[in-house]
T-cell receptor
Framework: KAGVTQTPRYLIKTRGQQVTLSCSPI?????VSWYQQTPGQGLQFLFE???????NKGNFPGRFSGRQFSNSRSEMNVSTLELGDSALYLC???????????FGPGTRLTVL | AQRVTQPEKLLSVFKGAPVELKCNYS??????LFWYVQYSRQRLQLLLR??SRESIKGFTADLNKGETSFHLKKPFAQEEDSAMYYC??????????????FGQGTILTVHP
């Protein structure tokens, strides 16, 4: 089975721009979660989607948004980028009712 | 609010020595606890979860609800155990299947 894939792997943006990150879950997985990883804050939950519906949201500003498509692929968007948004963004997928989350390699976002 | 604390950022042991990575949690509901591991240049992966009560790669972890702890132990550390270890918590009830709260992580180094 192919693992979770994330594109792009690296991004460089400037302040004020917006960015869209993509995540393809493992085939058959319907839940996709997003996390932000930084040296200072560690791994922080952003949001979770299941069957195209946002089921949980972390404590992030409204500039962070996401969506899930009917094929379970998910995208997250960050608008009006700030320097502090520089981070590794991880996506994880899981089966419904199964807490084991399978992580992707991440997208490294650098905001200049 | 749920919280996971890993008091040690760094832990160094010699090969063959016992190792214990500490994890304490704060959660008012019924928790589901996990240990995730990230080896060098690899993606984050599940090591073990408390409900499975398995021993993976010689590691075990017991959930102590009285002390709200979920420490990870291995009697004889190996060099290949060197990695970053994260303790994580999920809500065992409700719909928060895809929301993991992570500790800050512990870097384990096993010296030859």
């Amino acid at each position: 089975k192919a693992g979770v894939t994330q594109t792009p792997r690296y991004l460089i943006k400037t302040r004020g721009q917006q960015v869209t990150l993509s995540c393809s879950p493992i085939s058959g997985h319907r839940s996709v979660s997003w996390y932000q990883q930084t040296p200072g804050q560690g791994l922080q939950f952003l949001f979770e989607y299941f069957s195209e519906t946002q089921r949980n949201k972390g404590n992030f500003p409204g500039r962070f948004s996401g969506r899930q498509f009917s094929n379970s692929r998910s995208e997250m968007n960050v608008s009006t980028l700030e320097l502090g948004d520089s981070a590794l963004y991880l996506c994880a997928s899981s089966l419904r009712g199964n807490y084991e989350q399978f992580f992707g390699p991440g997208t490294r976002l650098t905001v200049l | 609010a749920q919280r996971v604390t890993q008091p040690e950022k760094l832990l160094s042991v010699f090969k063959g020595a016992p190792v214990e990575l500490k994890c304490n949690y704060s959660y008012s509901g019924s928790p589901e606890l996990f240990w995730y591991v990230q080896y060098s240049r690899q993606r984050l992966q599940l090591l073990l979860r408390h409900i499975s009560r398995e021993s993976i790669k010689g590691f075990t972890a017991d959930l102590n609800k009285g002390e709200t702890s979920f420490h990870l132990k291995k009697p004889f550390a190996q060099e290949e155990d060197s990695a970053m270890y994260y303790c994580a918590l999920a809500n065992a009830g409700g719909t928060s299947y895809g929301k993991l709260t992570f500790g800050q992580g512990t870097i384990l180094t096993v010296h030859p």
